[in-house]
């Protein structure tokens, strides 16, 4: 903003933290409603961009001279395939990532004959098993391979159902034009892994929450998380704690090279409150040249949305110092965001409703709760 500001004293920025609210997006929604849009947004979830296009709420930012060159500079086909909406109009400038991956308490697989973190479900289970051992003066050692929220908030699904089911699938979408594409074996196959580790008692039903960090604390062996945890973890782990990140688990038959997982983007966008949207594109130019990415990267922890990532120079030099981000930074290219819908969150809310019913609480087969949760996400699409 500074250095904007200097090279523009004339039309000087203003910064605003989101304000205080349950979630930004419901904060976003708020000022949408009420007119009160900022002229930039820098945190916008890419669910929501399909929705807000609909409306005539953002601007049509291929619609700028320079836009979709310098936009090709910078991301490959796939992403902007990806972020093209239903009418062919491009609404957001993709920002920043962060892939959901395992994290993996290195000693505790260690003690159970593991070397490296499993790759399968398979493995995954044999794990699983051997992590929960029995002890003969008291039954079993109150620990568990993983955990994941139990709770039915629609997002809650980014960190276990919809990473895995991109895992398993190769990256096929929920939504493919416009209609339900996730009533599959990929969707059963992840419902039945999930609801197995419950039904087994490898994950718990607890919420783990509200206790002392489950996975630092050894109670948990391996969690479902992003790049921030790397932060975390090295302010808080105990003395001689080791870890490291792998993969998601796939199963056997799906193991075919580096597995998708859930990218958890973030994009910026222009409102269409703002009066100057040229001058507004010139200030986004400016926030995600490569130096200002590298800074974000240092500053933040959280990877810029871009094809060099693992080939520039400025880049290198970040991850020789911080290896374990190297990590996020290779799955980078095998990510997904969401697909194109304006009554996403919707859908992710009738698929946690039948999570719930049959990964946490065992009342449906993985059969029936996908095909529920299908049938539902359609009468949503239709309305």
């Known amino acids: 903003m500074g250095q904007w500001n200097k090279l523009h004293p004339e039309n000087p920025l203003k910064f605003q933290p989101v304000p205080e609210g349950q979630s930004s997006e419901e904060v976003v929604l708020a000022a949408v409603v009420g007119g009160t849009t900022p002229d930039i947004y820098s945190n916008m979830w890419q669910g929501d961009v399909e929705l807000y296009a609909r409306s005539g709420k953002l601007i049509a930012l291929d619609k700028i001279p320079g836009f979709l060159q310098f936009l090709y500079e910078r991301c490959d086909s796939a992403v902007i395939r990806e972020i093209t909406s239903m009418d062919g ?7 920043k990532i962060n892939p959901i991956m395992l994290i993996y308490n290195k000693k505790m ?24 051992r029995f002890d003969p ?3 079993y050692v109150n620990r568990w391979i993983g955990y994941t929220e139990v709770l039915v908030t629609w997002w809650q699904r980014f960190f276990d159902f919809y990473p895995l089911y991109l895992a398993a699938s190769g990256g096929a979408p929920l939504i493919k034009d416009n209609k339900v594409a996730f009533n599959n074996k990929y969707a059963v196959e992840t419902f039945r892994f999930l609801k197995t580790l419950y039904d087994n008692g490898y994950f718990p039903r607890e919420r783990l929450s509200a206790r002392r960090d489950p996975f630092l604390g050894g109670d948990i062996a391996t969690r479902f998380t992003g790049p921030w945890e790397i932060v975390h973890a090295e302010r808080f782990k105990p003395e001689g704690f080791d870890y490291g990140f792998s993969g998601l688990p796939v199963p056997a038959d799906s193991l075919k090279g580096r597995a998708y997982t859930y990218g958890d983007p973030k994009n910026i966008v222009i409102f269409n409150t703002c009066r100057n949207p040229a001058l507004a594109w010139e200030f986004i130019k400016l926030m995600i040249n490569p130096e200002n990415d590298l800074l974000m990267l240092k500053t933040t922890a959280q990877l810029p949305r871009r094809k060099d990532l693992t080939q520039s120079t400025g ?6 110092d911080h290896p374990q981000m190297m990590t996020f930074a290779r799955q980078a290219r095998y990510v997904r965001g969401t697909d194109n819908s304006p009554v996403l969150k919707e859908i992710f809310d009738a698929i946690s409703q039948q999570y719930e019913a049959c990964v946490v609480y065992g009342k449906k087969s993985p059969e029936e709760a996908i095909n529920d949760a299908a049938k539902a996400a359609s009468l949503i699409i239709l309305q």
């Open 315 to 320: 880049f290198l030099e970040y991850f020789s």
């Open 137 to 139: 003066r008291g039954g």
């Open 109 to 132: 697989f260690e003690s159970i004959g593991m070397n490296n973190p499993p790759s399968t479900y398979g493995e995954f289970m044999e794990a699983a098993k051997k992590i929960k």
């Open 89 to 95: 109009h491009i609404y957001q400038v993709p920002w």
